[in-house]
């Protein structure tokens, strides 16, 4: 499986960025895709999921503000992130597990996002 993400960028404090994760190399499309973000120092931390069938889960510092989304014909999700604060500066980081084997995760090769102040 190999996840594809871009979209990240600078931003300032206020602003928004949409991150996009395709994901390619299986037809197995029965799986929870995410976003996770690391920053210096911190660990990866989990920034929101959803299920092949739309259910979300997010974390509580960005809950009404970024919003996930996925395409299941396109394997893509998505990560729409409003009033972007510099606490969101990070490596953002794609995340795919399959529901017959949700213990392995596979990753994407990050995506930086850094808001300025």
């Known amino acids: 499986v190999q996840l594809q993400a871009s979209g990240g960028g600078l931003v300032q404090a206020g602003g928004s960025l949409r991150l996009s994760c395709a994901a390619s190399g299986s037809s197995n499309n029965n799986n929870v895709m995410g976003w996770y973000r690391q920053s210096p120092g911190k660990q990866r931390e989990l920034v929101a999921s959803?299920?092949?069938?739309?259910?979300?889960n997010y974390a509580d510092a960005i809950k009404s503000r970024f919003t996930i989304s996925r395409d299941n014909a396109k394997n893509t999700v998505y990560l729409q992130m409003n009033s972007l604060k510099p606490e969101d500066t990070a490596i953002y980081y794609c995340?795919?597990?399959?529901?017959?084997?949700?213990?392995?995760?596979?990753w994407g090769q990050g995506t930086q996002v850094t808001v300025s102040s």
């Open positions: 995340n795919l597990r399959f529901l017959s084997n949700i213990a392995t995760s596979w």
């Open positions: 959803i299920a092949r069938g739309g259910s979300a």
